[in-house]
């Protein structure tokens, strides 16, 4: 299966028109936000921007609901370069990882999966370059 480049960058193009990846989408939000969830929620963005910005395919799960995609089940999963998967939870330094999501990380690192925990944008950046 291949696609061409044009069709890339229109499927791109729709995905950024995405109402939930925009910044504006959590004052839309009619549910409490602290400000653990606001810093949380920029790392968030951060994340998407730079994937977008190395034309990586990301799954990224919505922050205002419980995920539908299984429990436990990391914050972001993308699909880089070179046939690699990287496997993100994005926290804010004080956020705590469920046992739900600590033992997919793990489990996912013994399948030898790049996973893990990002806490800040430099992290994030540090885990993708394989540091």
Do not use: Y
């Amino acid at each position: 299966m291949s696609i061409s480049t044009f069709d890339l960058q229109q499927m791109l193009a729709r995905l950024n028109q995405n109402k939930i990846r925009q910044p504006e989408a959590a004052a839309d939000l009619s549910i409490t936000i602290t400000t653990t969830d606001i810093r949380e929620k920029k790392l968030h963005d951060r994340i998407l921007a730079e994937c977008t910005a190395r034309g990586w395919l990301v799954i990224h799960s919505r922050m205002d609901m419980p995920s539908s995609v299984g429990i436990g089940v990391p914050d972001f999963a993308i699909f880089a370069h070179g046939g690699r998967v990287l496997l993100v939870e994005a926290k804010s330094a004080t956020g705590k990882l469920r046992p739900e999501q600590r033992a997919w990380l793990a489990w996912a690192q013994k399948l030898n999966h790049r996973a893990t925990v990002c806490r800040s944008f430099e992290e994030f950046l540090k885990f993708v370059e394989g540091e």
